[in-house]
């Protein structure tokens, strides 16, 4: 999703009230330069770990607060710097209030995700994480987010607090809001040090859509590839296929990590696991959840694959997903054998049928060219992104795929898919397996041919090609459309 830079996301909070350390916004350098102490931020669209890459610095003298917004300043997609007053922390928390978009069983709400221990390094603490659920049209009161905190100093100031970052982060439609750290002062009231936001720009309330609004237009500035998505939920909009890619360049040694998140806690555990290392740099955004049919996750996953500059993929959700997790299978194994440039991948799987992707993956991933790991729901990200490294191949894999000629049995149009027959494959002329697979009666077997029953519908799950291949010799296979951008 787009994320709005530090100096944007204060506004937000500023206006719910949240306190905020003094800072001033600068894009050049002014006249009069800031009283130091201060900080010195580059304000980058979706910059991360920036401590780490020389993007935040402490100036002291005003020599040094004129050189480091001279060098800041021509960082590259720098749209300012912010300079912050000095504040005297005696302690840090974290804060972030994340969408969940539910799922079959659950309605969409909002997280609060709170750490007693903020700062850098938070992602490595993530046993200290207190994750309250909230209702998006009937919020909290600081009163029953005081009861969920255990036994920290000065309660209500903190619940308080928190409750208007829920409040900015319902207000807004935020998808994502963050404040790390957030710094408990001399007289034990709380202030935000840093902070950042993301947000879906078709969620944006239009009286609030100037405060998005970036320099240079980089709300609407969209890739080639998040077209291609576009056009892809245009012809298949049920459930979420979310896709954005980074605005940075890969920093040097830095592993390329495209992803395949799934729902809010998949993109969860990925910020959790992956927020602070300058090792790791994620390629884009991504969220398919919420019913996407295996059709789409597919042609998502193409788009996702197609990063020229990615060097694994990494695909996990909550470990708890309703989507069912063989025809996520069923399409993961497709987009590997049938993408141009399919990656080593890292490939977690949690939720309904999870046992069975498991065995699929187990059964096909001899066949692949890339070599796949699979992990099951209680391995907690963290252990994928320490074998991240160790998946990496020195040789980018390109194959070439051909859909395989037979003849058009029937064509679908949501989801959009066209079935192909090969008869050559089925010389008996007897019913293949993959027509009882079909969970919902659509494919049935008929004066010797496949044919589509009128009565039922293709949910498109894959699981009559991924019989077809495993079980029939190939009799039947599905072709689906993927746009340009990708082919
Ligand atoms: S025909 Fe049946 S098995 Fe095949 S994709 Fe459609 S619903 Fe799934």
Redesign the pocket.
């Given at each position: 999703m787009p994320a709005l830079p530090e100096y944007k996301t204060r506004i937000l909070l500023e206006n719910y009230g949240v306190p905020m350390v003094p800072a001033v916004f600068l894009d050049q350098i002014p006249e009069v330069l800031p009283e130091p102490v201060v900080y010195l931020k580059a304000q980058i669209p979706g910059a991360t770990s920036r401590a780490g890459r020389g993007l935040v610095r402490r100036a002291s003298t005003e020599n040094e607060i004129y050189t480091g917004l001279t060098e800041l300043l021509t960082e590259q997609n720098c749209l300012g710097v912010l300079a912050a007053e000095a504040a005297d922390i005696r302690h840090e928390y974290y804060a972030a209030c994340l969408l969940d978009l539910g799922g079959s069983g659950s309605l969409p709400g909002g997280v609060l995700v709170f750490s007693p221990e903020g700062g850098t390094g938070i992602e490595k603490r993530t046993d200290s994480l207190i994750k309250i659920p909230f209702s998006l049209l009937d919020p909290p009161s600081a009163a029953e987010i005081k009861e969920k905190l255990l036994e920290v100093p000065n309660p209500d100031s903190l619940a308080e607090f928190l409750k208007k970052m829920i409040g900015t982060f319902i207000g807004y439609k935020l998808t994502v809001l963050e404040t790390n750290p957030i710094a408990v002062v001399e007289d034990g009231s709380h202030l935000v040090i840093d902070c950042r936001a993301e947000f879906e720009k078709h969620g944006v309330p239009k009286k609030y859509a100037h405060l998005f609004e970036l320099p240079g237009n980089t709300v609407s500035d969209t890739t080639p590839l998040e077209k291609a998505v576009e056009s892809i939920n245009a012809d298949d909009p049920a459930g979420t296929g979310f896709f954005r890619a980074a605005r940075n360049t890969v920093p040097e040694g830095a592993v390329a990590v495209a992803t395949n998140l799934c729902g809010g806690g998949g993109k969860m555990l990925w910020e959790m696991a992956t927020g602070g290392r300058t090792d790791i740099f994620t390629l884009n955004e991504s969220d398919t959840s919420g019913g996407l049919s295996?059709?789409k996750s597919y042609r998502i996953l193409r788009v996702i694959l197609s990063q020229p500059e990615a060097d694994v993929l990494v695909l996990t959700g909550s470990g708890m997903a309703f989507q069912n997790q063989y025809h996520l299978a069923s399409a993961v194994w497709k987009a590997l054998r049938e993408s141009p440039s399919p990656l080593p991948s890292l490939l977690r799987f949690g939720g309904t049928d999870q046992e069975k992707a498991i065995q699929l993956m187990d059964e096909v991933s001899k066949d692949l060219p890339v070599e796949i790991r699979v992990f099951r729901p209680e391995i907690f990200p963290n252990a994928m992104i320490e074998q991240i490294n160790s998946i990496v191949s020195e040789n980018t894999v390109h194959q070439e795929f051909k859909a395989p000629e037979g003849e058009l049995l029937f064509e679908?149009a949501t989801p959009p898919?066209r079935?192909v027959y090969h008869p050559e494959k089925n010389p008996g002329g007897t019913e293949p397996v993959?027509v009882a697979?079909?969970?919902?009666g659509?494919?049935v077997w008929k004066d010797s041919r496949i044919t589509a029953n009128p009565e039922a519908?293709?949910?498109?799950?894959?699981?009559?090609?991924t019989a077809s291949l495993l079980r029939d010799n190939g009799v039947l296979t599905?072709e689906l459309d993927l746009p340009e951008e990708v082919e």
């Open positions: 295996a059709f679908t898919a079935f993959c697979e079909c969970p919902t659509f494919l519908k293709c949910i498109g799950c894959l699981a009559c090609e599905i």
